[in-house]
């Protein structure tokens, strides 16, 4: 089940209650990392968590509001606090990204998305690599998509 790469690691996956974060998540588990789950939505984080341990792996779920860096912050130290005052890997997972014209993009939408896909991960980095270093070494992965170097037609608005 496991391999001596993760044993002893803790992983943090944001956005980890579906899709790429929850395969990521199963995927660290694998190797012998505790895996800190994290998202928004409990019910499906646990089930996450539930699939890890039904493979013998070691999991958390960690509640994550990720709007604000006050909220971040707390996020970051509830995870070291599951992880025994210790993250090793991060992985920024989370993030949203709503299609529709740039034009009838509303202000508040605008500061979700920023906020989420930019700020979050720069606030965790921030509260979690000065112990990486502390420690030697850690992995921070920051998880994108072609969107954020090609505009898929109609994005913007143009066709």
Do not use: W
């Not at 992983?11 to 899709?19: D, E, I, K, M, N």
């Not at 939505?41 to 646990?46: L, P, T």
């Not at 996020?75 to 920024?92: E, H, Q, Y």
């Not at 700020?119 to 980095?125: D, G, R």
């Amino acid at each position: 089940m496991t391999s001596a790469s993760m044993r002893g690691k803790v992983a943090l996956v944001t956005g980890a209650t579906s899709g790429i974060g929850a395969a990521v998540a199963e995927a660290v588990a694998e190797r012998g990392a505790h895996t800190l789950v994290a998202g928004r939505d409990a019910a499906r984080g646990e089930a996450v968590v539930g699939t890890i341990r039904e493979r013998g792996g070691r999991a958390d779920f960690v509640g994550a509001d990720l709007r604000d860096a006050q909220s971040v912050r707390r996020f970051a130290r509830d995870a070291l606090g599951r992880g025994g005052g210790r993250v090793d890997i991060l992985v920024n997972n989370a993030g949203i990204y709503p299609f529709g014209p740039t034009a009838e993009t509303e202000e508040r939408l605008y500061d979700t998305v920023y906020a989420l896909n930019v700020k979050a991960p720069f606030y965790l980095v921030a509260e979690l690599a000065p112990g990486m270093a502390d420690r030697g070494g850690g992995a921070i992965v920051n998880v994108s998509t072609t969107a954020a170097a090609a505009a898929p037609v109609g994005a913007c608005g143009i066709d």
